[in-house]
Structure formats: C-alpha cells, structure tokens
C-alpha cells in the first residue's frame, strides 16, 4: 500500500444547493482555488443552480442527475415526518419481549432525526467513491473557509495510508464536516456499501438517529469490529471541544461555520480551546 503523498493521489467532495452557494459555498470554492493544490480537484455536487467551474481544478456534478438513488429515497419518505425530524422517536423500555414506549425526557434537536436532510451530503459521497480515481477520497462540508495554503505533507498525515477513514471523534457522533475516505483500503468500499444501505435499504430506521454522523459512526464501528483502523484527525480533541474542527491540526488552514455560525461567516473566538498563532485566528479574537 503507497504510503508517501506522492504517490497517493486526492481529491475532494462537497454539496450545496443555490441558496448555501450563495450564503457560504462561493467562498468556500473561491478559498479553496486559492489555498488547495492544483493537483487536487474540488467535486462540487449542485442543486438548482449552476455554479462556475474551473477547468481542472473544479468540476460540477448536478446531484439530482448523479443520484437517482436519493430522489428515490425521498420519494420514498417524502410525506413522512419521522424521516424529516418533525415526529420524534419514543424512547422505550426493554422488558423481554416486551417494548414499552416512554416519553422523551432529554428535548434534542430535531436535525438527529433527519434522515432525508443529511441523505444529500451522503449520496454526494457516494456517487463521489463510485466514480473518482483518486486514492483518497476527501469529504469538506461546504460552509467552510480556507485562509491558509494546503500541501501535500499536511494531506499525507490527515490520512495514515495503514487507515480506512479518517475523522473526528467525538463521544455522542463524529463531526464529519470533513472526513477522508482511503478508497484503496479493503475495507472502505465495504464501510461506504453499508453506510449506502441505510439509505437505499432504510436500515436508519432501527438506529437511534438518522443523520449522517451517527449513521457514519454505526458503520465506522463495524469497520472497527472486523480489525479495520481509524485515525482520529483530532487526537482527542472532541472529548474537550464540541467545535472540534478549529481545535484539531485542520485550524491551522481552514474554519467551519457550523449551524448558526454560517450567518456570522466565522467561528467565534470562544470555540477556540487551544493556543492558536495563525493571523486569522489571532484577527478573530481581536475583533471579539
């Protein structure tokens, strides 16, 4: 297996549709041409707009084209509130046989059960694995931002080529806004088929939640059960910091403006938890 990034090549997934393009994905586009080998193409996966491309540098892929499979499971879902958050699921105590259903005491919010939300970002990457030939395959959430100039060293230890994912940890579900998939591993392939069976088979229905970090994290822990490694891009980071990105060795050339951050364009200075000198960081909290 190549374990030099010379000889392991990239490239990188993200979807959006019209109005995130606007709001945030344009910078995110226009920061990673600017920061982001030429040698590493950006698939920009698109909903109702037609974004600019840069020959060999991005390339656009209409996601409802690509992916008859998602329109097909929402098709499948579309009139029903369970699979869009709006109905929550009962808690239930297990007595033997017996399934008693509870009320649920803890109120969350209704994003974890939103299965046909998330199912965009998922097939993007799905149809991203089944059709690039590149080693490694990076999936970036397109509210982010890159301020910072990315090489080669920096992609090779986000992605030890001994694992199968690479991602950041954290206790209740991973943060996969940005989560590099080796597609040269044996068990890759194998994680991505049983992450596309959640959706294509509805196995989301027998976990307890439905979007994608959690669904990535049932099939991350098989892949874990049958010896397969994966390497935590934060180093622990996400037991500390829920905002774990900016916390992780990935602050040191891009931001994620995750939830109600995207409105702000920025991370705010108090996710910060560690000591960081980059000038973007040090701006942010000068103008905190």
């Not at 005491?105 to 998922?122: G, L, M, P, S, T």
């Not at 986000?158 to 080796?182: D, I, K, M, T, W």
């Not at 892949?223 to 060795?249: P, T």
């Not at 702000?264 to 938890?273: F, I, M, Q, Y």
Request: aromatic share 10%; proline share 6%; charged share 30%.
């Amino acid at each position: 297996m190549p374990s030099s990034a010379e000889q392991r090549s990239f490239a990188v997934v993200t979807t959006c549709h019209a109005a995130g393009y606007r709001d945030y994905g344009q910078v995110m586009v226009e920061t990673y041409l600017r920061h982001w080998p030429q040698q590493v193409p950006l698939l920009l996966y698109h909903e109702s707009f037609d974004p600019p491309v840069s020959p060999g540098r991005v390339f656009a892929r209409d996601l409802v084209e690509s992916s008859p499979e998602l329109m097909a499971f929402k098709a499948r879902h579309r009139d029903d509130p369970r699979a869009h958050g709006d109905l929550l699921p009962r808690r239930r105590l297990r007595l033997g046989p017996l399934s008693i259903p509870l009320p649920m005491r803890i109120r969350k919010a209704k994003y974890r059960w939103d299965a046909v939300r998330f199912a965009h970002k998922a097939y993007a990457i799905f149809d991203a694995a089944r059709r690039t030939d590149a080693d490694l395959l990076i999936w970036i959430d397109a509210d982010t931002r890159f301020f910072a100039d990315v090489d080669f060293a920096e992609l090779a230890a986000l992605s030890p080529p001994e694992s199968a994912v690479s991602c950041l940890r954290r206790p209740q579900h991973s943060e996969c806004g940005f989560v590099v998939y080796n597609l040269r591993h044996p068990e890759t392939r194998r994680l991505l088929q049983e992450f596309e069976a959640m959706y294509s088979r509805d196995l989301f229905w027998r976990e307890r939640e439905y979007h994608d970090s959690y669904l990535f994290d049932v099939v991350r822990r098989r892949a874990e059960a049958r010896g397969a490694q994966v390497h935590d891009i934060g180093e622990g980071a996400g037991w500390k910091a829920s905002h774990v990105l900016i916390n992780s060795r990935l602050g040191r050339f891009m931001d994620h403006m995750k939830g109600d951050r995207k409105s702000e364009g920025k991370s705010r200075a108090g996710d910060l938890l560690v000591q960081r000198d980059e000038e973007y960081w040090k701006q942010q909290q000068q103008q905190s």
